[in-house]
């Protein structure tokens, strides 16, 4: 299995950008998927999340209005669209994979920088 997330990068403050995760080697759309993000010296957070239909979706409080999470089955790929984006977005974006609700998530990608200047 594997999760390759892309899409990160750096901008200004206000800004926007697009993370893409594309999965392969797992039957996507039997996964719920999830984007989180770890900031220097600071512990993982969870960001979005979506279920396997992509019917249904959830967020952070800190990212609500701002970052909408899709998914693509048909693609294998799960986007995060983030607007209006602020310093204190900056991190490390991880997306991941579980089968089952509110059960920990079985599989991880490998992390794609997002760096937001004020």
Do not use: H
Request: some cysteine; overall charge positive.
């Amino acid at each position: 299995v594997q999760l390759q997330a892309s899409g990160g990068g750096l901008v200004q403050a206000g800004g926007s950008l697009r993370l893409s995760c594309e999965a392969s080697g797992l039957t996507f759309s039997r996964y719920g998927m999830g984007w989180f993000r770890q900031a220097p010296g600071k512990e993982r957070e969870f960001v979005a999340r979506i279920v396997w239909t992509g019917g249904s979706s959830d967020y952070a409080d800190a990212v609500k209005g701002r970052f909408t999470i899709s998914r693509d089955n048909a693609k294998n790929t799960v986007y995060l669209q983030m607007n209006n984006l602020k310093p204190e977005d900056t991190a490390v974006y991880y997306c991941a994979a579980r089968t089952l609700p509110y059960a920990k998530y079985d599989y991880w990608g490998q992390g794609t920088q997002v760096t937001v200047s004020s």
